[in-house]
């Protein structure tokens, strides 16, 4: 019954509409929906002036994270440059891909054939940090907290992406830790399922060492608001708390 | 009174904490601040294991909207990938810029010495829309409302970036009008203060030739609700309201 009120009500709502022709009203359906048709075709289909401009931005696009519209404004900002800025920009990604370098012990990205890091008497070379790729390096470098040497495996166990172990320098680490010198394995990878996957398999594969092997802390970051945290982290936090001495001390 | 009876209560309230001693209360200090310390200097300065990587993501960092740790990220995705692949990436910008041309009578980018639309006899050759950039000229023939052909200005007046007329394509707008086959202008640019002083500028320059000078409406977009529109637009589009039919028909 209410239904049937509320139908009635609603005719008569638009009983004033009545006076729109059928035209009209194809018209007006044609007009508002036309816009939206032009607005997803722009983004679907880019119509370019040059071939050679459209390689350029298809290139630009394969990068991660930049989408044709931002590939295009590089490209164009790129043309608006001196023909030197240009061939400086080609130049140093030519170079970096010709002659870098990996270093023979820990794999980072180096000029040399041992880095930096590896080749100083100031490092602690019994203590190995495993780390994923040189950003990690870096990252963990720029907190002044780490004095001992690294291991870059290169990637993560990944199946979807299917990089397994093989892919990674895995082998070499092993044979880092049978010349017998080390004592202790920092594993410091991402709190992934990829992450979670490497620290696992390296776990079995360097368990039969005589070394010390441990994982970076995970729990809730400085800053960080109790009720925002996620009840995986909250709760291993909990269950892995700390004295509180060694946080202060 | 009311302000002192407040700081007995804080007082009150901080009372507690008075078994912090001083040594342990400057600890915390510097245990608190530190990390805010630490995270400041990551972004500051990156320290790079290799000078070419450090080189490749300098220049990386200098195309716009790319901050040093995209730049990073783009970086050790093209190291990633084959040397076909960089060099068809680095070969595609550098083949651009050395063989790039632009149409010789509407400036916009191209392959060839006149540009396809320039010298397609289906276009209307005596309508002219003036344009910032190809983008615009992209933009609007994915609307597919527009069958004559372009100008290309090569940017906009901006005394800020030091950007004046003689830097635009004006002069050989005004060439082409001299020919006397034009009948409109269409002014497409950007609805900014560098837009509107370049339209300004045209305007006064082209106002004695025999020609419709237009420019492109203005009023609310389509899908745009009336309450969040800006006063100056809605103003303005309540001031150049259209008949209804036109809008339909």
């Known amino acids: 019954m209410a239904k049937q009120e509320r139908l009635v009500k609603m005719r008569g709502a ?6 729109i022709t059928p035209r009209k009203r ?7 929906t036309s816009h939206f048709l032009f607005l997803t075709s722009y983004f679907c289909t880019m119509h370019f002036s040059s071939r050679l401009l459209e390689q350029a931005v298809e290139e630009f696009g394969r990068l991660p994270g930049v989408g044709k519209k931002t590939a295009l404004r590089l490209v164009l900002h790129l043309l608006k440059q001196s023909d030197g800025e240009v061939s400086r920009f080609t130049g140093a990604i030519n170079q970096l891909k010709e002659q870098i370098k990996y270093c ?4 980072n990205i180096a000029d040399v054939e041992v880095c930096e890091i590896c080749s100083s008497a100031k490092r602690d070379h019994e203590t190995i940090c495993v780390v994923e790729d040189t950003r990690d390096v870096m990252a963990i470098e720029n907190t002044n907290q780490y004095q001992g040497v690294y291991h870059v495996l290169g990637g993560l166990i990944s199946p979807m992406d299917g990089i397994g172990p093989a892919d990674l320098k895995i082998e070499a680490l092993i044979e880092r830790l049978r010349a017998g010198t080390i004592k202790e ?12 996957t490497t620290i696992f398999y390296l776990y079995r594969k360097l ?3 005589d070394v ?3 994982t970076i802390a995970r729990g809730i970051a400085f800053g960080g608001e109790l009720e925002y945290v996620d009840e995986v982290t909250l709760g291993r936090s909990i269950a892995t708390r700390v004295p509180y001495e060694r946080n202060v001390g």
Not at 14 to 19: M, N, V
């Open 14 to 19: 638009i009983g004033d509409l009545s006076f």
């Open 26 to 32: 194809l018209l007006t359906f044609f007009f508002l």
């Open 185 to 196: 394995v920092i594993l410091a990878l991402s709190a992934t399922m990829e992450g979670d």
């Open 207 to 209: 368990k039969d060492f």
């Open 104 to 107: 023979k012990t820990c794999f």
């Open 212 to 214: 010390q092997i441990s």
